[in-house]
């Protein structure tokens, strides 16, 4: 009985953990994408100051 509780306890870390992760990941894609979206910005302004 106890080594079986430890091994769903361990279960539940290791979820938890693995959720962790997966936010994290969530997170800096979210991050990459804004990154993109400025990069492309800064593109129209150059194109914007190479028109005038």
Known sequence: VYL???T???????KKFE???E?????E???ERERERE?????ER????ERD
């Open 39 to 43: 990069r492309e910005r800064e593109r």
């Open 19 to 21: 959720r962790e992760r």
């Open 8 to 14: 769903l306890i361990s279960l539940k870390v290791t």
């Open 23 to 27: 936010r994290e990941r969530e997170r």
């Open 29 to 31: 894609r979210e991050r």
């Open 4 to 6: 079986r509780r430890n």
């Open 46 to 49: 150059e194109r914007e100051r």
